[in-house]
């Protein structure tokens, strides 16, 4: 029972308009995520975890010194997986109803979140992940570098940007600041994090 | 006295077509100058932090102050790493290497190419961002790491004969998701001349 790549939610060419392009995607979900897929796929071939749902490889892999190329491995999957349905064409800004009311009732404010959400993307030194998590019934922005993700740290994840710079090297550069904007005024899928949040 | 961005040993072309001209653009003017900013900015307030080189910086880390050792970490190495990495690269360089260090590395990996096929492996098996290296380490032996990020080999009392940068951002426009491919190509621009010019330095440094 091999882990798959589930399909990616849009066209490749979805988020043109909102500054990503299709050869983002090409590489981003074709190459990376695939590569992840593959290599898990690999390393867990006739092992006990062939059988374990993802996340419990993830789980039960974490801080495990033989297990390390599974972890990131299984992580990058899982990661990826959630961070295309964190985009949507024409998403971004601040959402409404309950969301709204917990980010304000957590952060202060949307905006005080959006600066939060922003540091932590931009400051995530390397490769890594911004996120926003339901930490025990609170919502909390944290930052993860490489693979490691809410999961392992026992914290529900709600929407996340992938910060490793191919995540935005051919639209962006190294303007990574740019490109968290970007993402934040024109593609959040607030109804995905709503979705979880309820989840 | 503020550090300074060390310029471009040669044009922003000289290394086509192994690395494009705009990541090198990209790279240096804006990659490895942000890692010279953000180190001034960090010790602005620390006179006493401002008289040391970047290489003693990464080699003191345990003792400067706690909320700045990672930005000195991260823009001290940056800025060491990188400088490095400029000066053992050059127009028509490639090849292999000659004399002391050349002996040596057949003394210690066997052949040149068994060396290099070592240093690529590290190289791809980085996880996230980082360097591999040809250090001489404490027991002053030629040997292959690989560090995370900007972590620099002095800050473990290791000496960096040669690094090769595996950011991303050193090879995406051109090799995108191929990072063995870089890695292979890489060789094509080597300055031997440096790298042997460092190696003697690393004898006598230890
Ligand atoms: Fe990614
Ligand atoms: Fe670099």
């Keep these: 029972m091999a882990v798959t790549q589930p399909p990616l939610p849009f066209a490749k060419d979805a988020l043109e308009p909102y500054g990503m392009k299709a050869e983002t995607f090409d590489y981003h979900y074709g190459k990376h995520h695939a590569a992840y897929v593959t290599n898990l796929n690999n390393l867990i071939k006739d092992t006990e975890l062939d059988s374990k749902p993802l996340e419990e490889i993830i789980t039960s892999s974490f801080k495990d010194s033989s297990k390390v190329g599974v972890f990131n491995n299984a992580a990058q999957v899982w990661n990826h997986s959630f961070f295309w349905n964190c985009l949507k064409a024409g998403g971004g800004g601040a959402p409404t109803g309950e969301l709204a009311e917990r980010i304000t009732k957590d952060f202060g404010s949307y905006d005080k979140f959006r600066e939060e959400f922003k540091a932590a993307a931009a400051t995530q030194f390397g490769s890594g992940w911004a996120w926003l998590v339901d930490d025990g019934g609170t919502l909390k922005v944290v930052k993860t570098p490489n693979a490691e993700n809410p999961l392992a740290h026992g914290q529900k994840a709600l929407l996340t940007l992938d910060v490793w710079e191919h995540a935005y090297y051919i639209d962006f550069k190294n303007a990574r600041p740019s490109f968290i904007d970007n993402f934040l005024d024109k593609l959040v899928n607030w109804d995905f994090v709503a979705h979880n949040l309820a989840a | ?206």
């Design chain 2, 1 to 206: 006295m503020a550090h300074q961005l060390a310029p471009l040993p040669y044009s922003y072309d000289a290394l086509e077509p192994f690395i494009d001209t705009q990541t090198m653009q990209l790279h240096h003017d804006k990659h490895h100058a942000a890692y010279v900013n953000n180190l001034n900015g960090a010790i602005s307030n620390y006179a006493d932090l401002q008289s040391k080189s970047v290489e003693e910086l990464v080699k003191m880390l345990d003792s400067v102050p706690e909320d700045i050792r990672a930005t000195i970490r991260n823009n001290a190495g940056g800025d060491v790493n990188h400088t490095m990495f400029w000066q053992i690269m050059k127009p028509n360089g490639g090849g292999e290497p000659a004399g002391d260090l050349a002996r040596e590395i057949d003394r210690t990996f066997g052949t040149f190419d068994t060396f290099k096929q070592q240093f690529n492996d590290a190289g791809v098996k980085r996880f996230g961002s980082g360097w591999v290296w040809l250090v001489k380490n404490n027991q002053g032996t030629l040997q292959i790491t690989s560090t995370a990020n900007q972590d620099s080999p002095l800050s473990e009392g290791y000496y960096p004969i040669m690094g090769n940068d595996v950011w991303e951002h050193a090879y995406y426009l051109k090799y995108q998701n191929r990072r063995p491919e870089y890695l292979n190509a890489w060789w094509n621009v080597i300055n031997w001349d440096e790298i042997n010019r460092r190696f003697a330095k690393s004898q006598s440094a230890t």
